[in-house]
Every structure is written in C-alpha cells, then in structure tokens.
T-cell receptor, first 114, second 111 residues
C-alpha cells in the first residue's frame, strides 16, 4: 500500500503551548487528508477533512480555531493544536487519500500535555 | 449520516479457533466496507475490504461477508494465532463521503 508518514510519533508539551503535527504522503499525491483523534480504548473520531488548497471541513464539536489544519501541498498536511491543555492529550492520526485510492493511515502521534 | 455499530466489544478465543466480528450500518448508500487491525500504540492497518457489489471476499485466513439487504457485514478469522490479538475496527463509507468507524473489538487469542 501507499506510504503515509506522520511526525512526530510522540510529543510532550506544556499546557498553553502549541504543537504542530505533520502528515506526509511519500509516494502519491494526497488530494484529501483526514485527521482523527483516538482516546484510549476508543474508536477513531474524525476531526476534520482537508482538501489541498482549500479550507478544512471540521466535524461538529471540533474547534477550528484550536485545531488548525493546513493542506498547502499535495503531499503535506499539518495539524496544529493551539493553546494545548491536558484534555487535548490523545493519539492523533492522519490518513491520506489520492484520486480513486483508498485512504492510508500515518503512524499516529501521541500527544501528552502536562 | 452513517452510523456503524460493532459487536462484540471484546472477544477471547482459543488459539486455532475461529473469531467472528459483526458490524451493522445505517446508510444504504454505503458502498465500501474496510476492516482495520490496530495494535497498541500503532496505526490502523487495512486487512481486508469489500465493496457493495460483492457478497464475500477471502484472503487466506481472513474473510469478510456483506449482506446489503440486512445492512450488516462480518469479519471471519480462521485458525487464529496469538499475533491476531489486536483491536479490530470495521468502517463504512458512502460514495464520496467520509469513513465512519465502528467502536472496535478487542480480540485476544489465548494460547
């Protein structure tokens, strides 16, 4: 399958700071990228969908000003968690989709806010 | 919108036995049904998928069945091995829309 790389895999930050997570499609052009959040022992919850060159579409209940998504190129999307708080600690996973292909997941980022 | 229900939430089977996980979906327009395996702290890995024009698909020890009329699909793992232990997620996707995941099933294979 296609390769999607997510970075960093783990990050610890202080409360009130911002954290940026990158999601890259390494061997295909990702026209659409999805960002999920997964709490322990729970399912993947879609946060937002981003299409290259346009604004992200956020799911109900997800604050767009807190979770900034940029999809400036066909191979890179970033999620920035702004003013992070302990309740934002979670496993964040991106997936990327190109053309008629199905979506492939990145490795995930475990964010811990202390 | 689409709603996916997955059962059971936990499943424990003896090594060598079969495991079955079931999902139901609500949107009759859904036409793509993937199954993912997720090990602790890792990304979900696509293990098998089925489209709505097919009733069954098999890949070695893994098979998926789809009943469009009843709107349910199932994952079957035969001759289970300890490395099959993981959390499994089903998902459904209407055309050109987002994937909706089930709640997950924690499968434990007992040696």
């Amino acid at each position: 399958g296609a390769v999607v790389s997510q970075h960093p895999s783990r990050v610890i930050c202080k409360s009130g700071t911002s954290v940026k997570i990158e999601c890259r499609s390494l061997d295909f052009q990702a026209t659409t990228m999805f960002w999920y959040r997964q709490f322990p022992k729970q399912s993947l919850m879609l946060m937002a969908t981003s299409n290259e060159g346009s604004k992200a579409t956020y799911e109900q209940g997800v604050e767009k000003d807190k979770f900034l998504i940029n999809h400036a190129s066909l191979t890179l999307s970033t999620l920035t968690v702004t003013s992070a708080h302990p309740e934002d600690s979670s496993f964040y996973i991106c997936s990327a989709k190109g053309g008629n292909t199905e979506a492939f997941f990145g490795q995930g980022t475990r964010l811990t806010v202390v | 919108g689409e709603n996916v229900e997955q059962h059971p939430s936990t499943l424990s089977v003896q090594e060598g036995d079969s495991a079955v996980i079931k999902c139901t979906y609500s949107d009759s327009a859904s036409n793509y049904f993937p199954w993912y395996k997720q090990e602790l702290g890792k990304r979900p890995q696509l293990i098998i998928d089925i489209r709505s024009n097919v009733g069954e698909k098999k890949d070695q020890r893994i098979a998926v069945t789809l009943n469009k009329t009843a709107k349910h699909f199932s994952l079957h793992i035969t001759e289970t091995q300890p490395e099959d232990s993981a959390v499994y997620f089903c998902a459904a996707k209407p055309l050109a829309q987002k994937l909706v995941f089930g709640q997950g099933t924690r499968l434990t294979i007992n040696p």
